[in-house]
């Protein structure tokens, strides 16, 4: 990427936030090209994109011989409620859907709203294919080898050092690496918990989860969740009463699908209450350093006292979902994850371990965090003014600070699965709400991935998608 890209990038961004903030409100004029250039100290050009950007988001609207001028605002679409999930556990059954969607999904030719992954140009990959063949080079040995199953020290001293942003320092020998979170979720519930068991969960949750409690025979308990605060502790409190849960599995920080952040006491307070009822939580982090304010949020890892909290995460969202690397700090499970880590896959491929711990080391991991934050920031703007332009009346849609999803509620008629088949015969993907429950809820609602750089095409399938649903309900 050249620096004038960043340039234009990061204007238009800074206008945005303006405009987001309420600074620069409906019907006002944005600052001359002109005026604009000389403050920043850029060419013309460089403000003629960065406004081309903006009205391409519809944020912006040129008059002529008077400039630019805020748009007004389609309207703004109001935001989700707290979730409503039954209050029984059941088993789970998604995994044949989640299949279809996935599969109907990968054809190149569709425009991937669905999956969960942000765009491949997204990702450094030209600077980890030249540390890969380089750590390859130097350290030939590592693929002749069984390496251990906790994982490589070099990379788990990155992570060590990272844990301070985290809220808790965590020594390197506290970490087990995995293939990908995933696994790392899958060898903690393994540890702690045997088929039968139920396992509370955010409701909506991730569907990999639900596929996970699925495989080993576990039930799920669905705990209403709020968009913007996460999973009820109320709620969850009432249920620890009422059930005997054996695991919690949480996105506090940056959830899928609904990008809720937990505030900070609500984290310690779920903590204290899992702990009082003896309950392990998986606290899947996988978003975390993903949040658009800095400095990140703490985890809810920091304020575990007893070891109960095993805290996952990986690189996949964030530097290379083909590495799989992830890892997960298990506290007092430590033990039973390292034997379940062997038993399971005996290691994760050492190579790739210290081709990430490099770049982590001298990448320029923080720069290209800032950069993504910037990115998915500035989509969430733009597929959110799309979808108030073309969605039908009565149209939720969450409003996350980190991440790169939303979820969208549609009016209670429009079932997400006819839309999702619709969909897919126009070559586009989404991720229909059923997919994130045990019992089939969130029928009218879907997920939409804002993770690929901002383009005429997206912005044809989102109106595309808004059409659809409001044929779907004047169909009735
Ligand atoms: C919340 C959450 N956890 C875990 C995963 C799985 O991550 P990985 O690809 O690192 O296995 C995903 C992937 O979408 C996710 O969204």
Request: hydrophobic share 40%; glycine share 8%; net charge positive.
């Amino acid at each position: 990427m050249t620096t004038e890209t960043t340039l234009y990038q990061q204007l238009a961004g800074e206008i945005s936030g303006l405009i987001d903030g309420g600074t620069l409100r409906p019907g006002e004029r944005i600052p001359s090209v002109r005026r604009l250039s000389e403050k920043k100290r850029v060419s013309i050009s460089t403000v003629l994109e960065a406004y081309r950007i903006l009205e391409d988001r519809g944020l912006v609207e040129a008059r002529p011989q008077s400039g630019y001028f805020v748009r007004p605002r389609a309207r703004v679409l109001p935001e989700p409620e707290l979730t409503r999930p039954p209050a029984a556990p059941s088993f789970v059954g998604v995994s044949r859907l989640i299949d279809e969607v996935l599969a109907a999904a990968r054809s190149p030719r569709t425009v991937p709203l669905g999956a969960g992954c942000p765009g491949p140009e997204l990702f450094p990959a030209a600077k980890l294919q030249r540390i890969l063949a380089s750590v390859s080079r130097r350290k030939a040995r590592t693929l002749a080898h069984y390496s251990l199953a906790a994982g490589n020290d070099e990379l788990r001293r990155e992570l060590s050092k990272r844990s301070l942003d985290w809220g808790k320092a965590l020594a390197p020998e506290e970490f087990v690496v995995t293939n990908g979170c995933m696994e790392a979720l899958n060898l903690c519930l393994r540890a702690a918990a045997r088929p039968g068991d139920t396992i509370a969960i955010e409701s909506p949750a991730y569907f990999g989860v639900l596929q996970i409690i699925e495989s080993h025979g576990m039930k799920a308990l669905e705990i209403p969740t709020h968009p913007r605060e996460g999973i009820s502790l109320d709620a969850l409190s009432m249920a620890l009463q009422t059930r005997r849960v054996k695991a919690c599995v949480v996105v506090p920080t940056v959830n899928n699908p609904l990008g809720s952040i937990m505030p900070e006491a609500n984290k310690k307070r779920l903590v204290e209450l899992l702990a009082a009822a003896d309950v392990p939580l998986m606290e899947d982090d996988i978003y975390g350093d993903l949040t658009f304010a800095e400095p990140r949020p703490v985890t809810a890892k920091s304020f575990d006292k007893k070891g109960m909290v095993m805290l996952c995460s990986s690189f996949t969202k964030i530097l290379a979902p083909g590495s799989r690397v992830g890892w997960v700090a298990p506290g007092r499970f430590q033990p039973r994850v390292e034997m379940e880590k062997f038993i399971n896959s005996i290691a994760t491929a050492e190579v790739l371990q210290m081709t990430i711990a490099e770049f982590m080391r001298n990448g320029g991991y923080d720069h290209h965090l800032r950069r993504l934050r910037r990115i998915f920031r500035d989509n969430l703007v733009a597929f959110t003014a799309a979808i108030e332009r073309s969605f039908p009346g009565e149209t939720r849609v969450t409003r996350p600070e980190g991440g790169f999803m939303l979820w969208v509620e549609l009016p209670a008629r429009i079932d997400a699965l006819e839309l999702h088949r619709e969909a897919l015969r126009n070559h586009i993907g989404i991720a229909p709400g059923p997919l994130f429950s045990a019992t089939g809820r969130y029928r009218n609602c879907f997920r939409m991935n804002c993770g690929h750089p901002w383009s005429r095409n997206i912005e044809l399938a989102v109106w595309r998608l808004g059409e659809l649903a409001k044929q779907m309900l004047a169909k009735g």
